[in-house]
């Protein structure tokens, strides 16, 4: 069974600082991993994705996310935030070797402070 | 990347009717499609699979004679949520792989029923 922790259901930053956004997954194979972003009243938007390939992935909009196996992490960062990444942040992880049933975390509402 | 759409945005219906959801790829053709629901802060909870000429798949616990999910072309699949309930009011989204482009999943906007 495959599962995904996201810590904290809202965190916020000041402008300019430092974006964590924490995942934690559960998958008895080797699992496919995303951070998918969604603006109010919209749908998903993929930022990047984990495909066992390089650990250190960079996605859309400066994000990037680090695959660690040791510690079951994917955390996705950004080193300066910008007003407009406030959003709601899902991690995501599918251990079918594809995106087929990918299962979502609860997600992490981010507040940008000017 | 590609576009999937999802229409309407948003409805609003009396209990005990009936509310079909469109979502369409459009442009690419998508042989797999999702329906997902997604309650007020919580993520999305998957409901079904679509598959397209045949039956739709349904996760545990969702009523397939409640949701009829229908994916009648390569670039539509719809979901009727039949003598709806307020209950029923809810997110819902859909999304579809696109099998060229690694299988990876594009998200419809996103439709919000409220049940009256």
């Known amino acids: 069974a495959q599962s995904v922790t996201q810590l904290g259901s809202h965190v916020s930053v000041s402008e300019g600082a430092l974006v964590l956004l924490r995942c934690n997954y559960s998958s008895s194979v080797p699992p496919y991993l995303f951070w998918y972003v969604q603006y109010p009243n919209q749908g998903l938007q993929l930022l990047l994705k984990y495909t066992s390939a390089a650990t250190l992935v960079k996605g859309i909009n400066g994000f990037e996310a680090e695959f660690k196996k040791s510690e079951t992490s994917f955390h996705l960062t950004k080193p300066s935030a910008h007003m407009s990444d406030a959003a709601e942040y899902f991690c995501a992880v599918s251990d079918s070797g594809g995106y087929q049933k990918v299962t979502f975390g609860t997600g992490t509402k981010l507040q940008v402070i000017p | 990347g590609a576009v999937v759409s999802q229409h309407p945005s948003w409805v609003i219906c009396k209990s005990g009717t009936s509310v079909k959801i469109e979502c369409r790829s459009l442009d690419f053709q998508a042989t797999t499609m999702f329906w997902y629901r997604q309650f007020p802060k919580q993520s999305l909870m998957l409901m079904a699979t679509?598959?397209?000429?045949?039956?739709?798949?349904?996760e545990q616990g969702v009523e397939k004679d409640k949701f009829l999910i229908n994916h009648a072309s390569l670039t539509l699949s719809t979901l009727t949520v039949t003598s709806a309930h307020p209950e029923d009011s809810s997110f819902y989204i859909c999304?579809?792989?696109?099998?060229?482009?690694?299988?990876?999943?594009?998200f419809g906007e996103g439709s919000r029923l409220t049940v009256l």
């Open positions: 679509s598959n397209e000429g045949s039956k739709a798949t349904y």
């Open positions: 999304s579809a792989q696109d099998p060229l482009n690694t299988g990876e999943l594009f």
